[in-house]
């Protein structure tokens, strides 16, 4: 199946959990209208860069009052106008952060309001165009004026399902205030993702960051659609074959298969799982029996941030700014921007690959090694970042130079541990 995105409506509350941001491929940020002011899209559109997820504008109704959730009375003239202000204000602070703003979708009642309405879906569409340009998807229902005005105009659509709200038999959601109309059940979350994704329908599923236990749900939602993403092959007529991503751990995901009912055996490799079963009684979908294993954990408690101050000095720095068409300086602030993960320790005792590093900058490993890396330089190897605990042999390319750092202690081993967070910090001296 085509890969589902999960967006999540964001940068409308105080105080909202960063783990969302790590969880969602795209953020809709608030810009204006019914929420959100310059502050408050700055520490979102600083999240999604460090977390690496797509930027999205959220305009709507311009009532902070009732939140965006009152359809007004406003000409299409009128609208074209403020939603091109709101999608303005985010684009350019996003540019200040270099960041392209890719997706836009209306909130609240102008959601609504614009897809029964084709002379507002259209104003809608064209403020979007006139602040972002023509290259950018525009998320919305499956179907009505708000998908025909997107299309005429040029623009990427995303059809939208809703995993964290009730609908009526006819596929309508439940109006907020009625009762079924916000679900917060994990199964039921879960369920409506499943059905959504699995349908074709739709290519993006929501779950709102003001959604009581938003967190929770979203990993529940993310973890579904990244099973469901995984490529299925069929082996014959009793078997099927699963792409396994790189960092599931082999051992369990041979249990949880082997757990399902229907399942008779099966077989893992480096890259594949290879799911026996009888032909005339299939098991419902083997990779849903992943999900659980691919869930974003929860940052782990007592787990400090460790930061590592950075001198940007790599011999390799110039060669990976031109690359990137990017200048020196700019390579080193998108280095700092991300928060990293330990994803292994390995290579070297105390050498913890960091990941994930922003594409922009990432590059491959050199051609040919170098017979002596520096210990401590800072190196990039295609999606991975790390410290060179040692001087040794080595073909990443060399950024800069961690400083006040130990990467590994004979009495502790390897300082930095698998899950731990890693950012980097510029110094100059």
């Given at each position: 199946?085509?890969?589902?995105?999960?967006?999540?409506?964001?940068?409308?509350?105080?105080?909202?959990?960063?783990?969302?941001?790590?969880?969602?491929?795209?953020?809709?940020?608030?810009?204006?209208?019914?929420?959100?002011?310059?502050?408050?899209?700055?520490?979102?559109?600083?999240?999604?860069?460090?977390?690496?997820?797509?930027?999205?504008?959220?305009?709507?109704?311009?009532?902070?009052?009732?939140?965006?959730?009152?359809?007004?009375?406003?000409?299409?003239?009128?609208?074209?106008?403020?939603?091109?202000?709101?999608?303005?204000?985010?684009?350019?602070?996003?540019?200040?952060?270099?960041?392209?703003?890719?997706?836009?979708?209306?909130?609240?009642?102008?959601?609504?309001?614009?897809?029964?309405?084709?002379?507002?879906?259209?104003?809608?569409?064209?403020?979007?165009?006139?602040?972002?340009?023509?290259?950018?998807?525009?998320?919305?229902?499956?179907?009505?004026?708000?998908?025909?005005?997107?299309?005429?105009?040029?623009?990427?659509?995303?059809?939208?399902?809703?995993?964290?709200?009730?609908?009526?038999?006819?596929?309508?959601?439940?109006?907020?205030?009625?009762?079924?109309?916000?679900?917060?059940?994990?199964?039921?979350?879960?369920?409506?993702?499943?059905?959504?994704?699995?349908?074709?329908?739709?290519?993006?599923?929501?779950?709102?960051?003001?959604?009581?236990?938003?967190?929770?749900?979203?990993?529940?939602?993310?973890?579904?659609?990244?099973?469901?993403?995984?490529?299925?092959?069929?082996?014959?007529?009793?078997?099927?074959?699963?792409?396994?991503?790189?960092?599931?751990?082999?051992?369990?995901?041979?249990?949880?298969?082997?757990?399902?009912?229907?399942?008779?055996?099966?077989?893992?490799?480096?890259?594949?799982?290879?799911?026996?079963?009888?032909?005339?009684?299939?098991?419902?979908?083997?990779?849903?029996?992943?999900?659980?294993?691919?869930?974003?954990?929860?940052?782990?408690?007592?787990?400090?941030?460790?930061?590592?101050?950075?001198?940007?000095?790599?011999?390799?720095?110039?060669?990976?700014?031109?690359?990137?068409?990017?200048?020196?300086?700019?390579?080193?602030?998108?280095?700092?921007?991300?928060?990293?993960?330990?994803?292994?320790?390995?290579?070297?005792?105390?050498?913890?690959?960091?990941?994930?590093?922003?594409?922009?900058?990432?590059?491959?490993?050199?051609?040919?090694?170098?017979?002596?890396?520096?210990?401590?330089?800072?190196?990039?190897?295609?999606?991975?970042?790390?410290?060179?605990?040692?001087?040794?042999?080595?073909?990443?390319?060399?950024?800069?130079?961690?400083?006040?750092?130990?990467?590994?202690?004979?009495?502790?081993?390897?300082?930095?541990?698998?899950?731990?967070?890693v950012r980097f910090k510029r110094v100059d001296r």
């Amino acid at each position: 199946m085509t890969e589902c995105l999960l967006n999540v409506d964001l940068g409308e509350l105080p105080g909202e959990d960063e783990q969302l941001y790590a969880l969602a491929h795209v953020a809709n940020i608030a810009c204006g209208g019914h929420a959100g002011d310059d502050a408050s899209m700055r520490r979102a559109l600083e999240r999604c860069e460090r977390h690496g997820t797509r930027v999205g504008a959220h305009p709507s109704y311009e009532d902070r009052e009732g939140f965006g959730r009152r359809a007004l009375d406003v000409t299409p003239e009128q609208l074209r106008a403020q939603v091109a202000a709101q999608c303005g204000r985010l684009a350019k602070l996003a540019a200040d952060r270099h960041l392209p703003v890719t997706y836009a979708k209306p909130h609240g009642a102008l959601y609504h309001a614009a897809n029964a309405t084709p002379a507002l879906a259209r104003a809608v569409v064209a403020g979007i165009v006139e602040a972002l340009g023509t290259a950018v998807t525009c998320i919305g229902p499956g179907t009505g004026a708000l998908h025909d005005a997107a299309l005429a105009a040029g623009l990427a659509y995303a059809r939208e399902g809703f995993a964290d709200r009730g609908t009526r038999p006819d596929g309508s959601l439940i109006p907020r205030g009625q009762p079924g109309a916000v679900l917060t059940d994990h199964a039921q979350a879960r369920a409506n993702t499943v059905r959504l994704a699995s349908s074709g329908s739709v290519d993006t599923v929501c779950v709102h960051g003001d959604t009581p236990g938003a967190v929770a749900l979203a990993r529940e939602v993310r973890a579904t659609l990244d099973a469901l993403a995984l490529r299925a092959e069929p082996l014959g007529e009793g078997a099927l074959r699963l792409v396994l991503p790189e960092g599931l751990e082999r051992r369990a995901t041979r249990e949880a298969l082997c757990a399902m009912p229907g399942v008779l055996d099966a077989v893992i490799t480096e890259e594949h799982a290879c799911v026996y079963f009888a032909p005339d009684a299939p098991p419902e979908e083997p990779r849903l029996a992943l999900a659980r294993l691919l869930r974003i954990p929860a940052p782990v408690a007592g787990r400090p941030l460790t930061t590592i101050s950075v001198r940007y000095d790599g011999q390799d720095l110039r060669a990976v700014a031109e690359r990137a068409g990017l200048s020196e300086d700019e390579v080193a602030r998108r280095h700092t921007a991300r928060e990293y993960t330990v994803r292994c320790v390995g290579f070297l005792p105390g050498f913890a690959y960091l990941g994930e590093v922003d594409p922009s900058i990432a590059v491959p490993r050199l051609a040919t090694p170098r017979t002596r890396v520096p210990a401590l330089a800072v190196g990039i190897a295609g999606g991975r970042t790390g410290v060179y605990p040692f001087a040794s042999p080595g073909g990443w390319n060399l950024i800069g130079t961690a400083l006040d750092f130990t990467a590994f202690t004979a009495e502790e081993g390897s300082v930095l541990q698998l899950g731990d967070r890693v950012r980097f910090k510029r110094v100059d001296r």
